[in-house]
């Protein structure tokens, strides 16, 4: 065995043995903090595979939607678009396209979309889509979310979103 491989596997074992020898707690300098940010880190990665989810989850139910209710599909008749939802960390890149009444979805970033919705966090996309009133406005004041490109694209998936969100709580107005 190497001299510096022993060393490293042996030493450690003798430090312990020696610490509950004499009953003393091992401290390491800035333990705690170092633990705090490990948890913050590990917090804002799960925060941003909800986020993730969730959107992929409702682009999952809008598809079913337009494929199921024709009402709902006039909505994308002869509309074609492209949207690109991402966080600014990079954790959450998802890329909508309509095209003649069809919807796909993958997760991937694109160049070329008419509008990009940049969110800073998992939390801030959740947000927008949580809310009771779901106002994008609220969200550019806040800079929580960035929108490049086309507006009323985002206010056109927005309608979409709200409305069969609100369907499928049954809180959708008759």
Do not use: W
């Not at 060393?7 to 020898?21: E, G, K, M, V, W």
């Not at 989850?57 to 074609?80: G, H, P, T, W």
């Amino acid at each position: 065995m190497n001299s510096l491989l022993k060393r490293y596997t042996i030493l450690p074992n003798a430090a312990d043995r020696i610490f509950q020898l004499f009953r003393i707690q091992p401290r390491i300098p800035f333990a705690r903090h170092l633990e705090r940010k490990a948890g913050q880190k590990f917090l804002k990665v799960i925060e941003g595979e909800v986020a993730e989810t969730f959107l992929e989850v409702l682009l999952f139910f809008m598809k079913v939607k337009f494929m199921l209710d024709a009402s709902y599909r006039r909505n994308i008749e002869d509309f074609k678009g492209r949207y690109q939802f991402r966080s600014r960390d990079g954790e959450v890149a998802v890329l909508v396209e309509f095209d003649s009444g069809k919807m796909d979805i993958k997760e991937t970033l694109a160049d070329e979309v008419d509008v990009t919705c940049a969110f800073k966090d998992g939390r801030s996309l959740m947000n927008l889509l949580l809310s009771r009133d779901r106002d994008i406005l609220r969200g550019l004041l806040n800079n929580e979310i960035m929108l490049t490109g086309n507006l009323n694209y985002m206010y056109k998936f927005g309608f979409m979103a709200n409305h069969l969100q609100l369907e499928l709580t049954g809180n959708l107005p008759r």
